[in-house]
Every structure is written in C-alpha cells, then in structure tokens.
C-alpha cells in the first residue's frame, strides 16, 4: 500500500458515515457540474469549428483567452 492510499484510508476512517456520504454526494455534484461544463465548452468548440466564417485563430481565441485576460477574470484555462 502506498503512502497516499494509507494517508487516505487512515484520513476516511476517521469520519463518521454520515460525513462520508455528504462528502460523496458533494463530490458526485461538483463532477457533474465539471463534465456539464465541459461538455457545454465542447458544443460550443464544435460549432465554432463547423463555422466556416469562423476562423482557427478565432476560435481558438475564443475558447482560450489569453494569459492576460486569465489573470484579470480569474479563470484557469483550458479546462
């Protein structure tokens, strides 16, 4: 066993069940909202890149802001 499996499981066992299971639940929730979000970015992705009077630098301007842009919106790009 790993040194990350053992800090995990000794880290679980110490919660109670009920703190588990919102623990999961609220895991569960955060990664449907992240595959939601994702794949809205991926819709978008696949009609800009269908649109033919939209062009690659385009696109991928606007799926990828810049650096700049990133640290002024708070945003973590690409996702």
Known sequence: M????A?????YNSMKRSD???LA???I????????????VYEEWTRATDDPSI???LAI???????KND???GHDWPR
Request: no cysteine; net charge negative; charged share 30%.
């Open 2 to 5: 790993s040194s990350y499996e």
């Open 7 to 11: 800090n995990g499981e000794f880290r």
């Open 20 to 22: 588990l299971e919102r």
């Open 25 to 27: 639940v609220s895991a």
């Open 29 to 40: 929730r955060e990664h449907r909202r992240l595959l939601a979000a994702d794949e809205v």
């Open 55 to 57: 062009s690659m630098p």
């Open 61 to 67: 301007s606007l799926m990828f802001p810049s650096t």
């Open 71 to 73: 640290a002024q919106t």
